[in-house]
């Protein structure tokens, strides 16, 4: 870090504030520039052929006639993306999943791609693409894959983890372990101890823009690529590695983004298009259908989950562990592991073991989905926690707030935390008016907590002072939730001027430094760190344009609410030099101003959240309606408010429609059921209550201003909040997700018997 | 001297051991005495570790310095959403 970025509590003039977001006009009056918003001259429309069978091997693919028809430009299949993986597993799974090669591993894995004139010609030479498919048995559920007798997705995987090392393949591609302590001897002593099993299924992130891109590559070597993406920088290093391509050849630039949530952290169609440019030496425009999003992009893991938790009647838990079983799709993931880490860091827990264990799957390659595997797991241990703390006649909060973790507290994860906000929102929770508030007939209430580690990463920004005293900040992590507001905000706070007077763009990979994804709830947190640094550069320079125009020593000189002073007896009669004055004479005290910072912006503080949820149950129906929510998170430094409580309500949006309804559903066939949002059915309006939130503010010390982030950890209650809610309204535990109307009314006739 | 704790996926490459004691300053340091030791670490630390130190999680800057003391674990480093 090339500054102190130790945190420091003072008054702040913009940071804290609400004003208007500055790309907010665009967006509501459809000026902004979305992936497919883009053209280039000449360019083709592409469209992708996907694998009609879950497990199928391909024995060949005849595109004569495809690329016989008039107006198709190019065809490519496999054989046009070589392997230049060089022995690294991940880029290779990445060039498998993005056309597959010897084996279609899921419905909708792409086999082949056409670039043509126009999408209806595109349309129609894919229908004349003969593949020959020897169709292999398959395996969709998590459970099943790993159950005697499943079908070996992959012969090369053998479970990594465990030891001695296995000498026959497996569908489980890694076992991981976690904790601390005996757990037996923790058993041994609890009064108590609730052990059940859960499961969650399959969901999709659901961001309302497809995936979209248009690439151009030139005779030259060199290539362009608009695209809508979480990283372009990232997709920059994705797609060279794949195409053989020089990085500083491929420029890459990032549209507005309609929704990633991790789901826009990996390559799906990029390359391909890129592929089919350099054959077709034309630009090709490739957007994916929300059929091909929902079954070749971004889904999150099907779970199941065992979990037991014992504790002493006066309410200690003695001891907790957990087995996690995670869907990753036919590649080799680390969701489970995950999963693993975040299911009982809400707790200081003496005695706690977990175990996660990657299941290969024909589904699509999963893909982060906020705070990424942290949902299910929290699902199924709070749900534990809450009929624990039933089961010894406590409070559900009480219990918690006897058992959370606090500073000093050893993980369940590993490290020893620094100061933390569990503690916080669960005391915040207890006395808000939501808990005491009356309910009606047939609604119930629960809670929950949350947790998500955040996290920092590689940021580079560029800081220019314009002629009339303005400021540009150049920036390379993409604005997904309202950065340029947040970024805005606190650029202005450190160099004393206005928030309208910053301009905040999101430069393309040319113009920059490496810049890690935006994920991890690190956009605020490591490019507003990089901001500091740019600005802090800025000042010094700008202190020393205003010695020269004094002609004093720049010692003599600091800076002080957007202007430099001149410090001492000996000028203390000098007026203030404001940026306009300063930036106006620039051309004559040395050129331009501007501040730089490249930067590893590490050092994110972990958060934590507890929901409260109020919902009715129809039981005749098994219908159900969120009545009433509440957030309460900590934000460590609420930048902009307005668009951390927006972070929070989207979060707890999400989180209430994968709880209540959405689902992966396939046939016996192995084909998604479901790929469109008629009957993948996520929340709108009109399903949602007002979405109430809290925000505290536990500073993060590793910030100048405690930001710790805000983006992912509002999805990981909700779950286990509704589940608890459902289950106080219609007193049955409900033990799988999505909680729909037809498993509360499976649940409602199991218990009548 | 740092005690640095393993991530269970860790402990077969470095003797089955959960703990192992470094003399180093920074991670960076850190890293390197632990693949010179166990050479089978190192392809883990190039891309699949994050480093805790005292709680907070470093990803990249492995300039860090290990204060005396330190509660330091090689940890999964992990995705985001």
Same mark, same amino acid.
């Given at each position: 870090?090339?500054?102190?970025?130790?945190?420091?509590? /003072?008054?702040?003039?913009?940071?804290?504030?609400?004003?208007?977001?500055?790309?907010?006009?665009?967006?509501?009056?459809?000026?902004?520039?979305?992936?497919?918003?883009?053209?280039?001259?000449?360019?083709?429309?592409?469209?992708?052929?996907?694998?009609?069978?879950?497990?199928?091997?391909?024995?060949?693919?005849?595109?004569?006639?495809?690329?016989?028809?008039?107006?198709?430009?190019?065809?490519?299949?496999?054989?046009?993306?070589?392997?230049?993986?060089?022995?690294?597993?991940?880029?290779?799974?990445?060039?498998?999943?993005?056309?597959?090669?010897?084996?279609?591993?899921?419905?909708?894995?792409?086999?082949?791609?056409?670039?043509?004139?126009?999408?209806?010609?595109?349309?129609?030479?894919?229908?004349?693409?003969?593949?020959?498919?020897?169709?292999?048995?398959?395996?969709?559920?998590?459970?099943?894959?790993?159950?005697?007798?499943?079908?070996?997705?992959? &012969?090369?995987?053998?479970?990594?983890?465990?030891?001695?090392?296995?000498?026959?393949?497996?569908?489980?591609?890694?076992?991981?372990?976690?904790?601390?302590?005996?757990?037996?001897?923790?058993?041994?002593?609890?009064?108590?101890?609730?052990?059940?099993?859960?499961?969650?299924?399959?969901?999709?992130?659901?961001?309302?823009?497809?995936?979209?891109?248009?690439?151009?590559?030139?005779?030259?070597?060199?290539?362009?690529?608009?695209?809508?993406?979480?990283?372009?920088?990232?997709?920059?290093?994705?797609?060279? &590695?794949?195409?053989?391509?020089?990085?500083?050849?491929?420029?890459?630039?990032?549209?507005?983004?309609?929704?990633?949530?991790?789901?826009?952290?990996?390559?799906?169609?990029?390359?391909?298009?890129?592929?089919?440019?350099?054959?077709?030496?034309?630009?090709?425009?490739?957007?994916?259908?929300?059929?091909?999003?929902?079954?070749?992009?971004?889904?999150?893991?099907? %779970?199941?989950?065992?979990?037991?938790?014992?504790?002493? /009647?006066?309410?200690?838990?003695?001891?907790?562990?957990?087995?996690?079983?995670? @869907?990753?799709?036919?590649?080799?993931?680390?969701?489970?592991?995950?999963?693993?880490?975040?299911?009982?860091?809400?707790?200081?827990?003496?005695?706690?073991?977990?175990?996660?264990?990657?299941?290969?799957?024909?589904?699509?390659?999963?893909?982060?989905?906020?705070?990424?595997?942290?949902?299910?797991?929290?699902?199924?241990?709070?749900?534990?926690?809450?009929?624990?703390?039933?089961?010894?006649?406590?409070?559900?909060?009480?219990?918690?707030?006897?058992?959370?973790?606090?500073?000093?507290?050893?993980?369940?994860?590993?490290?020893?935390?620094?100061?933390?906000?569990?503690?916080? %929102?669960?005391?915040?929770? /207890?006395?808000?008016?939501?808990?005491?508030?009356?309910?009606?007939?047939?609604?119930?209430?629960?809670?929950?907590?949350?947790?998500?580690?955040?996290?920092?990463?590689?940021?580079?920004?560029?800081?220019?002072? &314009?002629?009339?005293?303005?400021?540009?900040?150049?920036?390379?992590?993409?604005?997904?939730?309202?950065?340029?507001?947040?970024?805005?905000? +606190?650029?202005?706070?450190?160099?004393?001027?206005?928030?309208?007077?910053?301009? #905040?763009?999101?430069?393309?990979?040319?113009?920059?430094?490496?810049?890690?994804?935006?994920?991890?709830?690190?956009? %605020?947190? @490591?490019?507003?760190?990089?901001?500091?640094?740019?600005?802090?550069?800025?000042?010094?320079?700008?202190?020393?344009?205003?010695?020269?125009?004094?002609?004093?020593?720049?010692?003599? #000189?600091?800076?002080?609410?957007?202007?430099?002073?001149?410090?001492?007896?000996?000028?203390?009669?000098?007026?203030?030099?404001?940026?306009?004055?300063?930036?106006?004479?620039?051309?004559?005290?040395?050129?331009?101003?501007?501040?730089?910072?490249?930067?590893?912006?590490?050092?994110?503080?972990?958060?934590?959240?507890?929901?409260?949820?109020?919902?009715?149950?129809?039981?005749?129906?098994?219908?159900?309606?969120?009545?009433?929510?509440?957030? +309460?998170?900590?934000?460590?430094?609420?930048?902009?408010?307005?668009?951390?409580?927006?972070?929070?309500?989207?979060?707890?949006?999400?989180?209430?429609?994968?709880?209540?309804?959405?689902?992966?559903?396939?046939?016996?066939?192995?084909?998604?059921?479901?790929?469109?949002?008629?009957?993948?059915?996520?929340?709108?309006?009109?399903?949602?209550?007002?979405?109430?939130?809290?925000?505290?503010?536990?500073?993060?010390?590793?910030?100048?201003?405690?930001?710790?982030?805000?983006?992912?950890?509002?999805?990981?209650?909700?779950?286990?909040?509704?589940?608890?809610?459902?289950?106080?309204?219609?007193?049955?535990?409900?033990?799988?997700?999505?909680?729909?109307?037809?498993?509360?009314?499976?649940?409602?006739?199991?218990? /009548?018997? | 001297?740092?005690?640095?704790?393993?991530?269970?996926?860790?402990?077969?490459?470095?003797?089955?051991?959960?703990?192992?004691?470094?003399?180093?300053?920074?991670?960076?340091?850190?890293?390197?005495?632990?693949?010179?030791?166990?050479?089978?670490?190192?392809?883990?630390?190039?891309?699949?570790?994050?480093?805790?130190?005292?709680?907070?999680?470093?990803?990249?800057?492995?300039?860090?310095?290990?204060?005396?003391?330190?509660?330091?674990?090689?940890?999964?480093?992990?995705?985001?959403?």
């Amino acid at each position: 870090m090339s500054f102190d970025a130790a945190y420091q509590s /003072k008054a702040y003039n913009s940071v804290g504030t609400r004003p208007l977001r500055p790309d907010g006009v665009d967006k509501v009056t459809g000026r902004a520039r979305y992936g497919a918003d883009y053209d280039m001259p000449g360019q083709l429309v592409a469209r992708v052929l996907r694998s009609p069978h879950a497990h199928a091997r391909i024995r060949g693919i005849d595109t004569t006639k495809a690329e016989a028809v008039k107006g198709v430009k190019a065809v490519i299949t496999a054989a046009d993306l070589p392997d230049l993986s060089d022995g690294d597993a991940g880029i290779y799974a990445t060039l498998d999943n993005c056309m597959a090669r010897e084996k279609a591993m899921y419905d909708g894995h792409a086999v082949a791609a056409i670039a043509a004139i126009d999408e209806k010609t595109a349309k129609a030479a894919l229908k004349l693409i003969e593949v020959d498919y020897e169709i292999l048995p398959h395996v969709v559920d998590v459970d099943a894959a790993i159950a005697t007798g499943a079908p070996v997705l992959n &012969n090369a995987i053998f479970t990594t983890g465990i030891q001695p090392a296995p000498s026959a393949p497996s569908n489980v591609s890694n076992r991981a372990e976690l904790g601390h302590g005996d757990v037996d001897a923790g058993f041994a002593q609890a009064d108590v101890i609730i052990e059940r099993s859960y499961k969650t299924e399959q969901s999709h992130q659901g961001y309302i823009e497809p995936h979209a891109c248009v690439a151009s590559c030139n005779a030259d070597g060199t290539a362009d690529l608009w695209v809508c993406t979480q990283g372009h920088f990232v997709y920059r290093e994705s797609c060279a &590695n794949l195409l053989g391509l020089d990085i500083s050849k491929l420029r890459v630039t990032s549209s507005e983004i309609g929704g990633g949530f991790g789901g826009k952290t990996h390559v799906w169609a990029e390359p391909l298009a890129l592929a089919l440019s350099r054959k077709a030496n034309r630009p090709v425009k490739l957007v994916m259908s929300r059929e091909e999003v929902f079954r070749a992009s971004g889904p999150t893991s099907a %779970t199941s989950i065992d979990v037991k938790i014992g504790a002493t /009647k006066a309410g200690k838990i003695a001891a907790a562990s957990a087995t996690l079983r995670y @869907s990753c799709g036919p590649y080799p993931g680390s969701w489970a592991e995950t999963g693993a880490m975040t299911a009982f860091a809400c707790y200081d827990l003496e005695n706690v073991k977990t175990i996660g264990l990657e299941v290969i799957v024909n589904r699509p390659k999963v893909a982060a989905y906020r705070a990424p595997s942290a949902p299910m797991a929290a699902f199924a241990v709070e749900s534990a926690i809450d009929e624990l703390a039933h089961e010894i006649g406590m409070d559900a909060v009480d219990f918690r707030i006897k058992n959370a973790a606090s500073e000093g507290t050893r993980s369940s994860y590993g490290p020893v935390y620094g100061p933390i906000g569990i503690g916080p %929102t669960l005391e915040a929770a /207890k006395t808000h008016p939501h808990m005491s508030a009356p309910l009606g007939k047939n609604q119930g209430r629960g809670m929950a907590c949350g947790f998500w580690f955040n996290f920092g990463g590689e940021t580079c920004t560029d800081l220019n002072i &314009n002629a009339d005293g303005t400021v540009t900040l150049a920036v390379g992590t993409v604005d997904v939730g309202g950065s340029r507001a947040s970024l805005s905000l +606190i650029t202005a706070e450190e160099l004393g001027v206005a928030y309208d007077d910053i301009k #905040v763009v999101v430069a393309d990979t040319a113009t920059l430094g490496f810049n890690e994804m935006t994920h991890g709830s690190r956009g %605020t947190f @490591s490019t507003s760190l990089a901001a500091i640094s740019a600005a802090r550069n800025a000042i010094e320079s700008m202190r020393q344009r205003a010695a020269i125009m004094w002609d004093i020593p720049v010692e003599d #000189v600091y800076w002080e609410n957007g202007h430099a002073c001149a410090a001492g007896s000996k000028h203390g009669n000098r007026s203030p030099l404001s940026i306009q004055e300063i930036a106006a004479a620039s051309s004559k005290t040395g050129g331009p101003i501007a501040g730089h910072s490249e930067m590893v912006a590490d050092g994110a503080g972990v958060s934590f959240a507890t929901h409260i949820c109020d919902i009715e149950v129809d039981p005749d129906t098994g219908s159900s309606r969120v009545v009433r929510y509440t957030v +309460i998170q900590d934000a460590g430094k609420a930048v902009h408010p307005a668009y951390v409580e927006g972070q929070y309500q989207g979060g707890a949006a999400q989180g209430i429609g994968w709880a209540l309804n959405e689902e992966y559903i396939y046939g016996e066939d192995g084909r998604l059921q479901n790929p469109g949002f008629l009957d993948y059915r996520i929340p709108v309006c009109s399903d949602l209550p007002m979405i109430d939130t809290q925000i505290l503010e536990i500073p993060n010390p590793n910030h100048p201003y405690g930001v710790r982030g805000v983006g992912e950890t509002s999805i990981v209650p909700p779950l286990a909040a509704i589940a608890n809610a459902v289950s106080n309204a219609v007193g049955v535990r409900m033990a799988h997700i999505p909680i729909s109307p037809p498993r509360i009314l499976e649940a409602l006739h199991d218990a /009548k018997g | 001297m740092v005690e640095v704790k393993l991530w269970s996926g860790l402990r077969p490459l470095a003797d089955n051991r959960d703990v192992v004691c470094v003399e180093a300053r920074t991670i960076r340091e850190m890293l390197r005495k632990l693949e010179e030791r166990y050479p089978g670490l190192a392809q883990p630390i190039h891309d699949q570790v994050a480093v805790a130190v005292n709680g907070v999680i470093y990803r990249d800057d492995w300039s860090q310095e290990l204060p005396d003391g330190a509660d330091v674990m090689l940890m999964r480093r992990i995705a985001g959403g």
